[in-house]
């Protein structure tokens, strides 16, 4: 399995600018989750989706971030507009039960300028 | 409720020994623990359930004390390749996602 799929890898983004940032999932995997990754923060969950269907947003920040998942192999995160306080490393994860371990994918680093 | 770890940060020489604690003020359902290399994705290292069980996974191994809503991780011998970032995953009843601590920074040296 190639594991937790996400892109892209790097994104530099002008204030205002919308974002798209996506993620394929491992196979079979019933669960998938939205990580920010902050210096100051830690590891925050912003949402996660079971079978398809959202489960718990209330980590999104703001109505400027919002995620789909349109079919069990692929999710994305919107942000619109984009602000440079978005900057962050983004995960995506997956895991097969929500009582297993998570795989994370290699994130997505977006910096906003 | 997002669980404290401690300690922040520790440096190590290799084959030395380490604890990494991790704590919440409520109870726990499970705790995960997880290892971070710079610039990668965090790893899932082993899952502990409660009833107070203890897992070892090599040299790293982990124990849980429910009724103390703590546990540690234990890193023995310790190996250039244990350096990292590790995180404890909390969660509180049986179909919640995970809460990370904020993360303790391993130092390896030779």
């Known amino acids: 399995d190639a594991g937790v799929i996400q892109s892209p890898r790097h994104e530099v983004t002008e204030m205002g600018q919308e974002v798209t940032l996506r993620c394929k999932p491992i196979?079979?995997?019933?669960?998938l989750f939205w990580y920010r990754q902050t210096m100051m923060r830690g590891l925050e969950l912003l949402i996660y989706?079971?079978?398809?269907?959202?489960?718990?947003d209330s980590g999104m920040p703001e109505d400027r971030f919002s995620a789909k998942m349109p079919n069990a192999s692929f999710s994305t995160l919107k942000i619109q507009p984009s602000e440079p306080r978005d900057s962050a490393v983004y995960f995506c994860?997956?895991?097969?039960?929500?009582?297993?371990?998570?795989?994370f994918g290699s994130g997505t680093r977006l910096t906003v300028v | 409720q997002q669980p404290v770890q401690s300690p922040q940060a520790v440096i190590l020489r290799e084959g030395e020994d380490a604890v990494i604690n991790c704590s919440s003020s409520?109870?726990?359902?499970?705790v995960h623990w997880y290892r971070q290399k710079h610039g990668e994705a965090p790893v899932f290292l082993m899952i502990?359930?409660?009833?107070?069980e203890q897992k070892g996974h090599e040299k790293i191994s982990a124990s849980f004390n429910e009724k103390k809503q703590q546990s540690s991780l234990y890193l023995t011998a310790s190996q250039l390749s244990y350096s990292g970032t590790y995180f404890c995953g909390t969660v509180n009843s049986g179909n919640t996602p995970l809460v990370f601590g904020k993360g303790t920074r391993l130092s390896v040296i030779a």
């Open positions: 989706f079971n079978n398809n269907v959202p489960i718990d």
């Open positions: 502990l359930l409660k009833g107070g």
């Open positions: 409520k109870a726990l359902y499970s």
């Open positions: 994860a997956s895991s097969l039960r929500m009582s297993y371990g998570y795989t």
């Open positions: 196979s079979g995997h019933d669960y």
